[in-house]
């Protein structure tokens, strides 16, 4: 049987399926980028500057903002894939920052239900809270805690 300690021994089962819902994050959201680009006038419409929706009297400028947020999106989602990669090397930073960003996510839906009276719906915000909330169970397990502890110490040479 492998040791979880060793730097040669099993990446255990939580590692992998964090990683794997880290995965799975990142492909939703690259669903709604396809989402929003197949319905790109519907979405621009909806773009709101200072209190005035662009949309109307400038569809231009509109489609610029929704550009420009879909583009800084999908450069955190190719960066969020990255720290899912790190995270299944067995990079202890990158699992606690990967926590951190499910704990923030947990946190900006739950503010947005509280002060915005937001739905919480399977249509809105329920199946990313459940994968962050899942990821952030399987992250802070003490397998997947000494693993990456492991490798860390294997890496610097204690």
Known sequence: MSDIRSPRGKRPASVVGGALLMAVRALSGAAVIVTVLAS?????ATIVINGE?????????????????????????????????????????????????????????????ALNGAEITLRTSLAGVTVDIL???????????HFARARGEARSGR
């Open 135 to 145: 990821i952030l169970l399987a992250l802070s397990s003490a397998n997947a805690r």
């Open 40 to 44: 790109w006038d519907t979405y621009a």
């Open 53 to 113: 929706r662009v949309g109307g009297v400038n569809p231009q400028a509109a489609g610029a903002v929704l550009g420009w947020l879909l583009g800084a999106y999908a450069v955190y989602l190719v960066l969020y894939l990255g720290l899912a990669a790190l995270v299944l090397i067995g990079h202890n930073w990158a699992r606690v920052v990967a926590m951190s960003f499910a704990s923030l996510s947990i946190l900006l839906s739950f503010a947005d239900y």
